[in-house]
């Protein structure tokens, strides 16, 4: 039966896991300051508070000190989980929701998504401080095709605009994946990945190793995967399937739907002369995957969307003294559809080939000066200079056109340039920024900052931040007052993309710039032993922000005028027992006001589209008494959301989808011995454990299909030193 899974095949992980493990020996917990760093779910609960983070102040502080609402996720709990996608590690943290077409993760925050083919672009995505956005778009790849999470040291994510520190595309929150150091991985890992997506089989693996020689330091990882979700229909929610001659009425469910993402990451660091440190980062994402859910051609079995994105950073840093560190870079970026990009409409004499790509660098320079012992300056400035091809579609004939002579016009495989083929744009950036981190004896801490943007386009855009903390170093506490602000240019498709076909978005190169504030009060408390709490509410206001609407024939790239959201995150972990440790998460998010003065007369007003009102994680972690087995179980009850804006207009109606429960469970061998030398770690994971479907909002008339059931057995093998 479709959709079922093959208990034989998840049987078979699960035997071979216990099988494992079977008669192995705990090895003893090591000491608290031999902990290997990142190691973080080892620490007792009420040392939380003392994470150390970065991303806040772009200054190592402890977690309740950083004026920013701040979740830390570390590296030993990604791998504990078995996650292998960085979209799966963001979906515990509170005020994030992930809308999934099997393609890109569109990841809103705060009750507001991007809206159509946004892939998150309301957040700024970070590897070590430097983002790796597709410029094009300014859209994120949070899939397995980001970078292998085995040289993952821990992910911070900010909740609140963070411009005034990371720039222009801080728009929403900041999300910054830290990696190892050469000295924490101390050699190589071969990692292997097979499991199942209901019952097609699936796999890929990993290689990633480091090691730090003197003043010489390297880390350096590469994955793919193959993963099938064939075999999905549209969702009876749809608004396509009740226009009459909808053309997915005898397409089927989906097939060939293949995703194939690979990554590459590698930085290398080596000591110089004078106490300086030259440092270089490669990332590189290749999203390779079917599209069988489309809005622009839904169900068409011919679509794969293939998008090559590279990253490159040289670094100088120096520290002169004590008090005064210096940073120079220099950065490259590129960007573009690869060749075996395919957009099919269901038309049996052409597909679209996607004519776009950007080529860009940057340069930038800061530092930190210790002015007194109670105040911090950090200062910078920036300039970045992007090459935009500006994205419009050329057909390439997969039929002979032939004249009433029988003449051939044009044969298989011609290629017809699209309107505005060729067209380019400069985008340039230049910005500069201070900040002031006051300690105010051992309790109270200000930060203040601001910082200007100066766009070739959209001219001089302030942004700005102001925050008092109160965190007493003898007591479990911490309590925030925060302001933030931030500014975000249109990006290149927003203003200049051309329509594949009616009804699909538009380009509009008299769009606004985009501007956010917001006003948070949040509050940490240990419980004793137990565990710690925090809780933070937040009123976000944002003006100008742009989403594809319908516009007469397209959906076309207006400036949303202003809306409101107020809402609550609560996050929480408590240790009951020594072998059990609970998280318990949750956020609310309500749009309060939104005027969108460019919708239709009589549209349906949509609020909080594609976003759930309310959201809650938890997860149970215990520490079974042989071959320190941990067994993990995730329970997540996600609201109802709202459809989208064009879809509401197709069914003639607002209409929200159902709410679900989200089930996964993990069990994790952290380190067995089979060799004496070498080590292996198994994990299985297993998501939506009971295979219960649900839906999610979509666009061009379409909702989207969850993938159902999907086990995957991790196994990491230690090779030794590199």
Request: no cysteine; hydrophobic share 40%.
């Amino acid at each position: 039966m479709r959709g079922q899974p093959r208990p034989s095949i998840i049987a078979a992980l699960l035997g071979s896991l216990l099988a494992t493990v079977a008669g192995a020996e705990e090895p003893p917990s090591p000491p608290l300051e031999e902990l290997p760093p990142g190691d973080i779910e080892r620490l007792d609960l009420e040392s939380l508070l003392e994470i150390p983070v970065v991303s806040p102040t772009k200054e190592e502080q402890r977690g309740a000190r950083t004026p920013a609402v701040v979740s830390v996720i570390s590296g030993e709990e990604i791998q504990a989980r078995g996650y292998t996608s960085l979209a799966e590690v963001l979906s515990s943290v509170p005020g994030l929701y992930d809308v999934y077409d099997l393609t890109t993760h569109n990841m809103g925050i705060r009750g507001i998504n991007g809206g159509a083919r946004a892939s998150g672009n309301v957040l700024k995505l970070m590897i070590d401080g430097h983002p790796v956005d597709y410029r094009p778009t300014t859209g994120n790849f949070f899939g397995e095709e980001l970078i292998p999470l085995q040289l993952v040291e821990r992910v911070e994510v900010i909740r609140g605009p963070a411009s005034a520190l990371y720039g222009a595309n801080a728009f929403l929150g900041v999300v910054n994946v830290i990696t190892k150091s050469g000295e924490a991985l101390n050699g190589a890992q071969l990692v292997g990945y097979g499991g199942t997506v209901r019952q097609h089989p699936g796999g890929g693996g990993a290689l990633v190793l480091g090691g730090a020689e003197g003043p010489v330091e390297l880390v350096a990882g590469l994955s793919a995967f193959y993963i099938d979700r064939s075999g999905l229909e549209l969702p009876a929610s749809s608004p396509l399937l009740e226009e009459p001659r909808n053309p997915v009425a005898t397409r089927g469910p989906s097939r060939d739907d293949i995703s194939r993402p690979r990554s590459v990451f590698a930085k290398g660091s080596v000591g110089l002369g004078g106490g300086g440190r030259l440092k270089l980062l490669a990332s590189i994402q290749n999203l390779d995957a079917g599209g069988e859910f489309q809005d622009f051609g839904p169900l068409s079995h011919g679509t794969r969307i293939a998008v090559l994105n590279q990253n490159y950073r040289l670094a100088y840093e120096v520290e002169p003294s004590e008090k005064l560190s210096l940073e120079l870079t220099g950065h490259y970026l590129h960007g573009a559809p690869s060749s075996v990009e395919r957009l099919d409409l269901g038309r049996p004499d052409f597909v679209l080939l996607s004519s776009s790509g950007v080529e860009g660098f940057g340069a930038s320079a800061g530092g930190r000066w210790e002015v007194h012992p109670i105040l911090i300056l950090t200062l910078g400035a920036d300039f970045v200079s992007e090459d935009h091809l500006l994205q419009t579609f050329d057909r390439l004939l997969t039929q002979d056109v032939i004249a009433p002579d029988g003449t051939v016009l044009r044969p298989v495989g011609t290629i017809i340039p699209g309107e505005a083929h060729g067209e380019r744009r400069v985008f340039r950036n230049a910005g500069a920024l201070v900040q002031a981190l006051l300690s105010l004896g051992e309790d109270w801490s200000v930060v203040a900052g601001g910082r200007l943007d100066l766009h070739n386009i959209y001219g001089a855009n302030p942004s700005g931040r102001v925050g008092v903390v109160y965190a007493p170093p003898e007591k479990a506490l911490s309590v925030k007052l925060l302001y933030g602000s931030s500014f975000k240019a249109p990006s290149a498709v927003q203003l200049y993309t051309q329509p594949m076909t009616i009804l699909d978005i538009q380009g509009n190169p008299n769009l606004e710039a985009q501007t956010a504030h917001t006003v948070e009060l949040a509050g940490t408390h240990g419980l004793a032993e137990l565990g710690e709490l925090s809780l933070n509410l937040f009123a976000l206001g944002v003006n100008g922000r742009v989403e594809f609407v319908q516009k007469g024939l397209y959906l076309q790239a207006q400036n949303i005028l202003q809306e409101w959201v107020v809402g609550g995150e609560l996050e929480s972990r408590f240790q009951p027992t020594p072998a059990l440790k609970l998280r318990l998460s949750g956020s609310v998010a309500r749009t309060v006001s939104r005027s969108a003065g460019v919708l239709l007369t009589g549209a349906p007003e949509i609020h909080n589209p594609l976003f759930p009102t309310y959201q809650v994680y938890l997860m149970g972690e215990y520490k079974l008494p042989w071959a320190g087995l941990l067994a993990s179980l995730e329970l997540s009850p996600i609201g109802p959301r709202g459809a989208s804006q064009s879809n509401a207009l197709r069914k003639g109606t607002d209409y929200q989808v159902p709410a679900y429960l989200y089930t996964a469970a993990a069990l994790s061998v952290p380190q067995l011995h089979p060799w004496e030398k070498y080590s292996t770690r198994l994990t299985l994971r297993v998501s939506n454990v009971f295979n219960r479907p649900w839906v999610e909002p979509g666009f061009g008339g379409i909702d989207y299909p969850h993938q159902g059931l999907t086990a995957f057995l991790t196994v990491v093998q230690s090779l030794g030193n590199p």
